[in-house]
């Protein structure tokens, strides 16, 4: 176990430092204004690219600039801002359920505890890694579907379960890389290591992955 450990780590490494060479802006695509705001942002997004999500989410925050006037809202209200993103029914749940913790318990402060933020329907462990990752700098590592498949493909983890794949990578990756390796997989994950045909010869990767073709 310790030697697979140690293979990983220099794996980790190596392609740590080859995403961080190719993609150096490397960041969050969903627009980060207050934390608020992010963690509506990340309940628009399943299913949903971050570009819609963005101009949504302008939209309903320059009607409702904040929790307290989202809350008020009848869902209708939201739900016809928010179609754009698909998934509407669930998603005005979650946003109403997240302004009213918000406005009610929590005391308008978004807490730096993933457990607690599961606590709204719509906010799962993706979106709160995100959220504690992005607002408070807590190590935590979001693992989307392009991580998913990059950390498989490359050969961090063998495994397609979010949960798994998130472990392995904290396993491997040094505590301050996890909220950028999530980031830095995305980038990989859109120009090359796509779905359905990876650019292998043109990817920096592909010196050292298990997955090349
Ligand atoms: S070499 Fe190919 S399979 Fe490996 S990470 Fe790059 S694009 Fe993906």
Redesign the pocket.
Known sequence: MAARNTKGKALALKMYDALSTEFPDSTCSLEIDCPENLAIRGILSAQCTDKRVNITARELFEKFPDMNAIAAQDPETIAAIIKPCGLTGSKTRSVMAFAKKMTGEWGGVVPNDTALLMEVPGIGRKIANLIVGEVYGTPAVVVDTHCKR?MK??GITESTDPNKVEKDIMKVFPEDTWIRIGHLSVD?GRK??TAQS???DA?P??SF?A???
Do not use: D, E, N, Q
């Open positions: 990059v493909r490359v990989l090359y290591c990876p650019k292998c990817c990767l592909a992955c997955g090349r073709i």
